[in-house]
């Protein structure tokens, strides 16, 4: 029987592999892709994995070639595989309406964010004090195993309480690591929950974005100086819909 061989890339990680373990393979900074197939084709016509809203971990997973635990995966590294992905399956042009005008970026021209990457350490822990209240808290980044966990328990939630939408409270118990030197959940839930000033979890907020490495998904419409996300629509991987 023949065989055929289906190119692949290596893509570069925001992270550059420095908040994972040593002996974790996404601490090497890199992930082989491969070509987008009529297999992938499928999976994002796929009804099911549209609704429940997985289709497209559906796609990355069946992309990936290196050997890894897709759950580990920083959520900007995960963004960077986003791009590399409909690079690979759809071509380097992206076309979108921001404005009322049709824009097109070359997103083989997307660098990553700029951060200080002295800060990182392989056990994806930071140190921050909050300005307000002086509490010292430790915390980590994100993975999608975090933000999985995030969405069962805001389902959840949903349930008990139709009315009310504790994302931002929720997403912040996930992050926070220890508060004063106490890493116990129940500690972490009752301080963000009656304890965390809303100016300090705004600060807390915007450090978080300064120094989370991701590819950076802004664009310059009309030749601003001012930089506004790159809209990711549906025509971002589904590019002929209507």
Do not use: C
């Amino acid at each position: 029987m023949a065989e055929f061989k289906i190119p692949t890339e290596t893509v570069d990680l925001p992270s550059k592999g420095l908040l994972y373990p040593q002996d974790n393979p996404l601490s090497s900074g890199q992930v082989e892709i491969k070509y987008m197939t009529a297999k992938e084709e499928d999976i994002l016509t796929n009804q099911a994995y549209i609704q429940n809203g997985t289709v497209l971990d559906k796609l990355f997973k069946s992309l990936i070639v290196s050997d890894i635990n897709y759950n580990d995966l920083l959520i900007g590294d995960k963004n960077a595989i986003m791009v590399a992905a409909r690079i690979l399956g759809y071509g380097k042009n992206y076309s979108f309406t921001y404005n009322g005008q049709e824009e097109t970026i070359d997103l083989t021209q997307l660098e990553d964010k700029e951060v200080d990457t002295s800060l990182f350490s392989p056990q994806n822990q930071f140190d921050f004090e909050l300005p307000n209240s002086g509490n010292r808290i430790t915390f980590k980044l994100l993975t999608h195993g975090d933000e999985v966990k995030i969405s069962n328990e805001l389902k959840g939630l949903k349930k008990l309480k139709k009315d009310e939408s504790p994302d931002l409270s929720t997403r912040l118990k996930y992050m926070i690591t220890s508060i004063e030197g106490d890493d116990s959940p129940k500690a972490i839930r009752d301080f963000v929950d009656n304890y965390l000033l809303a100016q300090d979890s705004r600060a807390f907020r915007a450090y978080i974005n300064k120094i989370s490495p991701d590819i950076d998904l802004t664009f310059f419409p009309d030749g601003s100086e001012k930089g506004v996300p790159i809209p990711i629509g549906l025509n971002f991987f589904w590019p002929d819909i209507n």
